[in-house]
Nanobody
């Protein structure tokens, strides 16, 4: 499975961005899709995930501001980010795995496939 993340950019605080993650080479409908981010000098952290069933999961920092979704017909996952804050500045990565269990959704090392990352910069 190959993942291609896009949609990052520079936005002012309070603004919005929509990230996309296009998948190819696998059965997209069976994949759990995860979004992670990594700020300079920090570890990669969980942002959100969506299971093949459509169930969604969020980090506390994303709850209420971010929405993860998927379009199985287009083999694409999305992360809609609203009310962005400077502390959301990071490289955002999408990840996918066909077998990850619920208790492991927030652990980046347990995802099998990764995209290349897209930079999100939020100015104050």
């Amino acid at each position: 499975v190959q993942l291609q993340a896009s949609g990052g950019g520079l936005v002012q605080a309070g603004g919005s961005l929509r990230l996309s993650c296009a998948a190819s080479g696998g059965t997209f409908g069976r994949l759990t899709m995860g979004w992670f981010r990594q700020a300079p000098g920090k570890e990669r952290e969980f942002v959100a995930a969506i299971r093949w069933s459509g169930h969604t999961y969020y980090a506390n920092s994303a709850e209420g501001r971010f929405t993860v979704s998927r379009d199985n017909a287009k083999n694409t996952a999305f992360l809609q980010m609203n009310s962005l804050k400077p502390e959301d500045t990071a490289v955002y990565y999408c990840a996918a795995d066909p077998n990850i269990i619920l208790s492991s959704l927030r652990i980046p090392s347990l995802y099998k496939y990764w995209g290349q990352g897209t930079q999100v910069t939020v100015s104050s």
